[in-house]
């Protein structure tokens, strides 16, 4: 057995120990290694030992500096006072350094938290890593469908079942997408509103600030709500007991106050119903299997293996399911992790870019890292370029008996303290910008975030990094000059390093500027793509209003023969759903029940078609007095036909919702969502007591008149609703709000790459002219004409600016076609945008490198050749 | 006064080595300590501890007999100067004066 500790931990003591304690100290730590080695063993004694040397490193065995081969301590504290000194003599090259990596910082941080907070999304829940959603797939023959829901007992099976789930709770929608809720008289339309049950504070970690979270949801007519909801309707949260009543039809009772939900939670409530009063309200789900409506979590116990329990669900799909399905449909239940959701939403195929999220979390810290290494890179170029007018200094330092590591930690020092200095500028920045950021990006990020262990450790790291890297180069090229040559030739005759390594540095951040340029271009013309594409139908000036009574269309007649008395409102009419909604899904008989088709449709009236300018070109469209056009027609779209395969459509049956009737026209396919998502099969048909969408247009002047019009017939027509409007064209502008996000962050990173490349690109330039100005004053004497010195510096830069396009081209071509191919519908990337961007570049490194010849060119050559 | 405050583990620290009479170094240090204190005493802090009390002037030490399990190695044996002796006796008269000027009622008196 080695009965030895590891030779380099006691090189590693030998190092730092003084002498004079060294033999002592090393004697007790072998001592004591001996005697551990009898009680635990070699390894542990061995990292124990380690241990003893690490903790012995403190200032009081430290080597007395004066015993050292160097006095470094008293050499940092004079390369910080060069470092200062540096910075205030050349001031406005620290004001560019400092400046271009605190942009650089502070871009990336932002970037860091923004994806650090995406994907903290639901870990605050206690015991997120055992917290699974319940997903459930139903195939259909003709493709998958995805729904998240599964059957409500489902819950109740897997506790009770289940041995390793601890608990299980159900989260249930309410009907209604809009929920009518009084309370302490005041009504608020509330989208918010889910029903859950017992096992929800079982399963979840939110905060239940008031009541009892055991009995909180166990019986029918209790509803808790969260602080936010609790001051907008009593202000207080002392409510406990106090009455809420729901859509006119029920009253709750108050049994607890919910903290608000954190906005990184994916389950959003402002009220949660208990479920068992689903029963009283409408049909009761919780025991019908039938239906997949409950979005189920269970929490499992420690040491589960998902793969087990998935396993089971086969068995209970057969058992409980299987007669719920319709021929050649399979049905498969999963388990998903809590924290996966937000990234991982898995709607429906059709819908696949509901969820954009995913797709900006790995791009934007791409375009972090981007800014970084451009501000890295200019940083590095900048010193480099700083460098020749030091030599001397370098060199008397050598003389006077400096060491090469001496000199390395000079310029290392002199790079972190730069770098550090950008850090503390941009924590600034950071803590100024965060509420801009925040409305940009549409995120409620605190600053708090910022305390996160993961985000200082990768914020410092990065720093770090950035420091070492940038000071490293400089520091490696002038500590290895020799002092002869630096203190004779001085300034003139050294270049500054390999001019390989600046010009690799300059390809690739010219490259780098060149992709965000083009991507920038790109997405703003993918996202007027969206926007300006006619969607099939008219949405200006459109006005709408919901509302959830079942009894609505008994007086909507009425209704509207008042609202039209006002010339304002060119038409008014009602409908079960509205462009912008996906309305109701169902499966439509074909063929006498041969065949199905999901589909989605909507109930109308006379006026919907011609109010939303929908064109029919096939067939006609409804005639009202006709019986069997109320009764037994419809209205399909192309897809629709196309879909099913008619080569006749008019005149075909169609059978939804047990209503049969013959297909009487067909609509030329419009965007009935957003353009994110392809075109589905559509029907429309007449159906008076499924309304409950006032669509209205507006005549263009006096809107604000016309809606208080409206509001006032409302008022007296339907007394005891609430009005709340909103434009159409604003809904579909909140169809693109993320892409219009991200688009935004893209124009600004953009902008600050762009400067940022051109002011290291500057001040480059600067450097090289400056350099050789004696060699251009020379040329000058001697007859060189404007152009031809200019062809001297431009030529280089126009083939570094090539170079960098021929790289970037085909990786932006390749990252810009993978985002366009998440839109369903999306522009064709054209050669244009890179003639462009080319263009662009070689425009901008012409003008800076001009700039800077101009005013070379334009100086006395005296000026520079009487000094030698 | 600076450089002579004494604190409770260098006092510690002070009376072991008295203890150890002429076996006074590190390692043995640390055991008695860890006898006596019955805590989780570390090497390091000993050692901290003797080179400080030396530069205060009220340990000396010498190099002793090295061993075996030492490696070769020599132990730096410790003991009290005079003025170390002084520092521990005055360290026991400030407890003892401050001991008696505790009113009995306080030892008696329960909650």
């Known amino acids: 057995m080695n009965s030895r500790p590891p030779k380099w931990a006691m090189r590693f003591f030998r190092w730092y120990c003084r002498k004079d304690l060294a033999d002592a100290i090393e004697g007790d730590l072998l001592e004591l290694y001996q005697r551990r080695l009898q009680k635990y063993g070699k390894r542990k004694s061995d990292s124990l030992f380690l241990w003893n040397v690490i903790i012995f490193c403190q200032p009081f065995a430290f080597k007395p500096e004066n015993s050292r081969t160097q006095n470094s301590s008293i050499m940092l504290k004079n390369h910080f006072k060069i470092a200062f000194r540096l910075m205030r003599r050349q001031r406005s090259l620290a004001f560019t350094n400092i400046f271009g990596l605190a942009i650089g910082i502070t871009a990336s941080l932002f970037l860091l938290l923004y994806v650090s907070y995406e994907l903290s999304f639901d870990s605050f829940h206690k015991d997120a890593g055992r917290i699974y959603a319940v997903n459930a797939i139903s195939f259909n023959p003709e493709g998958n469908f995805y729904r998240q829901s599964a059957p409500s007992p489902l819950t109740d099976l897997m506790a009770s079942d289940f041995p390793e789930v601890e608990a299980a709770t159900r989260i249930t929608s309410t009907r209604f997408p809009d929920n009518l809720i009084k309370a302490n008289n005041k009504e608020f339309f509330e989208s918010f509103v889910a029903m859950g049950d017992e096992g929800f504070f079982d399963v979840f970690s939110f905060d239940l600030i008031a009541g009892n979270p055991e009995t909180a949801l166990n019986e029918p007519g209790k509803v808790i709500m969260t602080r936010k909801t609790a001051m907008k309707y009593f202000g207080t949260i002392d409510i406990i007991g106090k009455t809420v009543n729901y859509e006119n039809s029920f009253e709750l009772q108050v049994t607890g106050v919910l903290e608000d939900i954190p906005s990184n939670s994916t389950l959003q409530f402002s009220f949660i119903i208990s479920n068992r009063t689903q029963g009283l309200l409408y049909k009761n789900w919780i025991t019908h299997w039938g239906s997949s409506n409950a979005r189920i979590f269970v929490k499992v116990r420690e040491g589960f293996n998902p793969r087990l329990t998935g396993e089971k669900f086969p068995e209970i799909v057969e058992q409980y399911i299987r007669d719920d399905l319709d021929k050649g449909e399979e049905y498969v239940l999963s388990l998903q992790q809590i924290t996966d959701i937000h990234l991982n939403p898995h709607v429906a195929p059709e819908r696949k870019s509901a969820s954009s999220n995913k797709k900006y979390t790995y791009i934007l810290p791409i375009v972090g890292f981007f800014i970084l290494l451009i501000a890295g890179f200019n940083y590095v170029n900048l010193t480099t370029a700083r460098m020749s007018e030091r030599l001397k200094e370098v060199g008397v330092r050598k003389v006077v008996g400096s060491t090469r590591q001496g000199l390395r930690a000079q310029f290392l020092v002199e790079s972190i303290t730069t770098v550090m200095i950008a850090l503390l500028l941009s924590i600034g920045l950071l803590i100024l910008l965060m509420n801009p950021f925040n409305e940009l990006t549409g995120k409620g990020i605190e600053l708090s975030e910022l305390l996160n262990v993961d985000f200082l450790t990768t914020a410092l790291l990065i720093v770090v990094t950035l420091g070492l890297a940038s000071g490293l180069y400089p520091a490696l090229v002038l500590s290895k000059i020799r002092p002869i040559n630096a203190l004779k030739q001085g300034f003139s005759n050294f270049s500054g390093g390999k001019t390989n390594l600046r010009g690799a540095l300059l390809i690739i951040q010219f490259a780098v500027a060149f992709i965000m340029i083009t991507a920038t271009m790109v997405i703003n013309q993918q996202m007027n793509y969206l926007q300006e594409t006619p969607l099939g139908f008219d949405k200006e000036q459109v006005i709408y209003f919901r509302q959830a009574d079942r009894n609505f269309w008994r007086g909507a007649d009425a209704l509207k023969a008042e609202l039209q008395k006002n010339p304002r409102i060119e038409a008014v009419a009602f409908s079960s759903g509205i462009p912008g909604n996906p309305g109701f899904g169902s499966t439509a008989k074909l063929d006498d029940g041969a065949r199905e088709l999901e589909i989605r449709h909507i109930m109308l009236d006379k006026e919907y078609i011609d109010l939303y300018k929908f064109e029919v070109i096939e067939g006609r469209s409804f005639d009202y007095d006709l019986a069997t056009d109320k009764s037994a027609a419809y209205l399909i779209n192309e897809t629709a036909v196309r879909q099913i395969g008619w080569d006749e459509p008019l005149g075909e049956t169609l059978e939804l919702w047990g209503k049969k009737g013959q297909v009487i026209g067909v609509l030329k396919d419009f965007h009935f969502e957003s353009m994110k998502n392809p075109i589905g099969p559509m029907a429309f048909h007449i159906s008076e007591s499924n309304y409950r969408v006032v669509s209205m247009k507006l005549g263009t002047d006096e809107i604000a008149e016309t809606i208080q019009f409206i509001e006032g017939q409302w008022a007296t027509m339907m007394p005891d609703r609430p009005f709340q409007f909103q434009f159409l064209d604003a809904r579909f502008e909140d169809y693109y709000r993320e892409e219009q996000r991200f688009s935004g962050i893209m124009d600004i990173a953009t902008t600050l790459g762009l400067v940022l490349a051109i002011s290291g690109l500057f001040s480059l330039t600067a450097f090289l002219i400056n350099k050789r100005a004696k060699e251009i004053s020379i040329r000058k004497v001697l007859g060189a004409s404007y152009a031809s010195v200019m062809r001297l510096f431009l030529n280089k830069m126009i083939w570094i600016g090539l170079v960098a396009t021929i790289v970037a081209i085909p990786l932006a071509y390749t990252m810009l076609n993978q985002w366009l191919g998440g839109f369903a519908y999306h522009i064709d990337m054209s050669i244009i945008n890179f003639a462009i961007v080319t263009v662009i570049m070689m425009l901008i490194i012409i003008f800076t490198v001009g700039a800077q010849v101009t005013r070379s060119v334009g100086k006395n050559p005296v000026d520079n050749l009487r000094h030698e | ?111």
């Open chain 2, 1 to 111: 006064m600076k450089g002579t405050y004494l604190g409770e583990f260098e006092e510690l620290v002070l009376l072991t080595v008295g203890i150890l009479h002429d076996d006074a170094y590190g390692l043995g240090i640390t055991d008695e300590l860890e006898k006596q204190t019955k805590r989780n005493v570390t090497i390091s802090s000993v050692h901290k501890a003797l080179v400080r009390l030396e530069e205060k002037g009220f340990l000396k030490s010498g190099m002793g007999g090295a061993t075996d399990a030492r490696g070769g190695r020599k132990k730096r044996l410790y003991e009290l100067t005079a003025s170390g002796k002084k520092q521990v006796n005055e360290a026991k008269e400030l407890r003892n004066n401050m001991w008696n000027a505790v009113p009995k009622v306080v030892w008696q008196g329960g909650n």
